[in-house]
């Protein structure tokens, strides 16, 4: 199994007490710290502008530029994002920016992209709510720009949302046949047969028994596009918390509520702090969480892109699984 890690950027009420002009920078020692060891292949950002699971004025930081800098201070880890919402930019654009940031860092960029969800930010932005429909077609178009953007260096489509008329993304990426691209999303009438159609990567429900159908209705759309389910490499995230001891797990878990109440209120904190992080397979014991990562690895999964909901505080959940999670699995 390969192992990524997303950064602290606000958007999961994970900088809260940080003072604005101090995040950057513990931003970009996290980052720099991934980098410098062989423990982590990847560092991921959400692509956001208001905070969840409700809208607060803390800080959201914003993905594509973070991108770029991260590009220019680490020079290993690659960079993805889980993922950026399609339509929250011009998709001949995204290809130019995505491509900058690729010779920006040396090639280390994935593009990971979903249709968007978050009704509130995209209607606060400006941008409406199109019905799921509408925004998973501008979805597939989208990356049709994108292919032909990165491998020619010219992009012309005519679609139903999107018309671009011979685009030119001069310089084009380093990396051959342009970036890899992550299908974002379970969907499975439309999203996985965009995958079946475009992905190098998926990335849908990591629970074993969700994953394990998903991956079946994959396998059967690239039957009928005619590509090949194995050189797809399928993905999951995983709210991750690890301690030495399961008491330990629930005081962690319960100063994670403290950090959400001023926002959400005593009662729906714990609700929700229960349903993303005490019933993820990547909350527990170091030998919980083997245990459960091993089952859906089993199953196909083959890399695992985890958020620590600590990391801009405390390091040491990060520092046991480096030590004993990672090796049992790698």
């Known amino acids: 199994m390969r192992f990524g890690i997303f950064i602290p950027q606000g958007w999961r009420l994970d900088l809260v007490g940080i003072e604005p002009a101090r995040q950057w920078s513990v931003m970009r020692e996290l980052a720099q710290r991934f980098d410098r060891g062989t423990d982590w292949e990847s560092i991921w950002l959400y692509d956001h502008f208001h905070t969840t699971p409700v809208a607060t004025d803390e800080a959201t930081h914003e993905a594509w530029t973070l991108m770029s800098a991260f590009a220019a ?43 968007g969800w978050y009704e509130h930010e995209w209607r606060a932005y400006g941008y409406g709510f199109p019905p799921a429909g509408a925004r998973l077609d501008r979805l597939d178009e989208g990356v049709q720009i994108f292919r032909q953007a990165w491998q ?64 079946e209705v994959l396998r059967g759309h690239c039957a009928e596009v005619g590509t090949d389910f194995t050189a797809i490499t399928r993905t999951g995230n995983f709210n991750t918390i690890v301690a030495d001891t399961e008491s330990e797990v629930q005081q962690r878990l319960s ?56 990391a801009a505080y405390d390091t040491s959940s990060i520092e046991l699984f480096e030590s004993e999670v990672l090796p049992a699995l790698r």
């Not at 654009?93 to 860092?105: E, F, G, N, P, R």
């Not at 018309?163 to 439309?190: F, H, M, S, T």
């Open 255 to 310: 100063a994670i509520v403290d950090r959400y109440t001023p926002f959400l209120g005593a009662d729906e904190a714990k609700a929700y702090v229960h349903e993303q992080f005490t019933t993820s397979p990547a909350v527990g014991t170091p030998t919980q969480i083997i245990d459960r990562l091993t089952t859906v690895a089993n199953l196909g999964l083959a890399y695992a892109i985890l958020y620590f909901p600590e």
């Open 73 to 115: 201070t680490t020079s290993r880890v690659r960079l993805g994002q889980m993922c950026t919402a399609m339509s929250y930019r011009n998709p001949a654009y995204l290809a130019k920016v995505a491509a900058t940031v690729d010779l920006i860092s040396g090639g280390r960029v994935e593009m990971g992209i979903g249709a």
């Open 152 to 215: 020619t260096g010219r992009a012309t489509l005519d679609g139903r949302h999107y018309q671009v008329d011979d685009a030119i993304v001069q310089p084009r990426p380093l990396q051959d046949n342009g970036i890899p691209i992550w299908i974002a999303g379970g969907g499975e009438k439309k999203t996985l047969r965009i995958a079946a159609k475009y992905a190098d990567y998926t990335n849908f429900s990591a629970e074993p028994e969700e994953f394990a159908h998903k991956s």
